[in-house]
């Protein structure tokens, strides 16, 4: 780790959960992930406020992470601070049809608890692993849902540590795409205006999603979720099956048998491999369709030469 790094006084951030060359695995769905330099855990409000200082004081890139899905981190980890969005920040209330959720919170649980209070509108939510806080960023969406559609404000935390209330229009979102990839803030918590509905009516089309994804997709083995946008008018595991793709193999990773748009970790896969094969599928999709695959997955840190 850097020297400057360890010759930091976190004290007078109030900061109580600091952890020095910190391996990133264990906070991906992946299981892969070189050190971050510094693993920021915050307790509360005034914490995540004491880490964005601690920042700016210093100096140090800033990095996210809320469950680890959709995150690929390089071997060579992460430099600078990667603040863990954890389950001090999961509460979720519900105030007649507005459903407010920290951004720590599983998506699919606040999606679940939406469906108990017998509102529609989240259930689309409940096939999107991850938190909160990456949904909102992302603007995640899945069967023919988007976070765009409920969201109403998502407060924010800047690199000052002031809180910001951005709305659904401040947010700017498109396919996958918030102004946050672009201008990153904390996510602290979102608001999403759902509607009366049928309970047993939704239990029963997320209990159908819930049986179809466990056919399709490889839900048993260490993945990140979809690895490529799909391309206007197709799929992007259509495409990368349509080349002869499924079930090629790298080190410990492979795209998946079960579904092409997914690479999984077959116990000892290293980032690498996973870059690996992201870039032949690139390569050989347009080679063969003129097309473009745009990842959907972050990817995090540097190469293991970087460290």
Known sequence: MPSPLTQ???????????RWNEPMAPYTTW????PADLLVVPHNLEELRGAMRLAKHY???WTVIGRGSN?????????GMVIWMHDAFADVRV?????????????VSAAHIAIRHHLAGLEFATGIPGSVGGAVMMNAGAYGGEVKDVL????????DGQLIRLTNADLRFAYRYSILKDHPKVVVEAAFALRPGDGEAMVKQVRA??????????LSQPNCGSVFRNPPGTHAARLIEAAGLKGLRRGGAQISEKHANFIVNLGDARAEDVLWLIRHAQETVRKLFDVELETEVRILGE?????
Do not use: H, N, Y
């Open 31 to 34: 299981r892969i992930g070189g």
């Open 8 to 18: 930091m006084d976190v004290r007078p951030f109030g900061l109580t959960d600091v």
């Open 209 to 218: 999603w819930s049986m179809r994804r466990a056919s399709t997709q490889p």
């Open 152 to 159: 109403v404000w998502a407060d924010v935390m800047d690199e």
């Open 95 to 107: 105030d007649g049809c507005l459903l407010r959720a920290q951004a720590g919170r599983s998506f």
């Open 303 to 307: 190469p293991a030469s970087g460290r």
């Open 71 to 79: 995150v690929l981190v390089l071997d060579g980890g992460i430099r």
């Open 59 to 61: 100096g140090l890139p």
